[in-house]
C-alpha cells in the first residue's frame, strides 16, 4: 500500500525537479543574454560619458588658455608701464601741500607703480572670473 504511494511521490518529484532544472536553465540563458545586453548599454553610456568629459575638456583647455593669453598681455603692458613709471621723480620726504601732486600726470613713481599694479592685479581677476563662468557655462550646457 506505501509502495504504491511511495512510487508515485518519487514520480511526482521527479517531474518537479525535472520542470525546475528545465525553469532553470532557461531562466539562465536568458539571465545571461539579459546580463550581456545590460553590459552592452552599459558600455555605450561610459562611451557617450567619455566622449563629452573629452569634448568638456577640449573647451575648458582653450578658456584656460585664452585666459592665460590675457594674462600674459596684462603683466606684459604691466611691466611696460612700470619701466617708463620709474622715470618719473620719487617722493620727496616732504610733500607740498599745493595739491600739485594730486592729479594722475604728477604721481609720484612709487604711487603710480602701486596704482598700476592694482589696476593689473583687477584686471587679471577680472579675466579669471570671466575664464571661471565660461567654464561654467561649458560644463552645464553639455551636461543638460
Avoid at 525546475?20 to 552599459?42: D, K, M, P, V, Y
Amino acid at each position: 500500500m506505501f509502495g504504491f504511494l511511495g512510487g508515485l511521490n518519487l514520480q511526482i518529484i521527479a517531474m518537479v525537479a525535472a520542470v525546475a532544472i528545465s525553469f532553470g536553465a532557461g531562466w539562465a540563458t536568458n539571465g545571461w543574454r539579459l546580463n550581456g545586453q545590460i553590459t552592452r548599454e552599459h558600455l555605450a553610456q561610459q562611451q557617450a560619458i567619455q566622449k563629452k568629459e573629452t569634448e568638456n575638456q577640449i573647451h575648458v583647455d582653450a578658456i584656460r588658455r585664452n585666459k592665460d593669453e590675457q594674462i600674459a598681455t596684462i603683466n606684459s603692458k604691466l611691466f611696460d608701464a612700470i619701466d617708463e613709471l620709474r622715470k618719473r621723480k620719487s617722493r620727496p620726504a616732504t610733500l607740498p601741500t599745493n595739491g600739485q601732486s594730486g592729479t594722475g600726470a604728477t604721481l609720484y613713481s612709487e604711487d603710480a607703480i602701486f596704482l598700476i599694479r592694482e589696476a593689473a592685479r583687477a584686471d587679471i581677476i577680472r579675466t579669471a572670473l570671466q575664464a571661471c563662468y565660461l567654464q561654467y557655462d561649458q560644463v552645464t550646457r553639455t551636461t543638460e
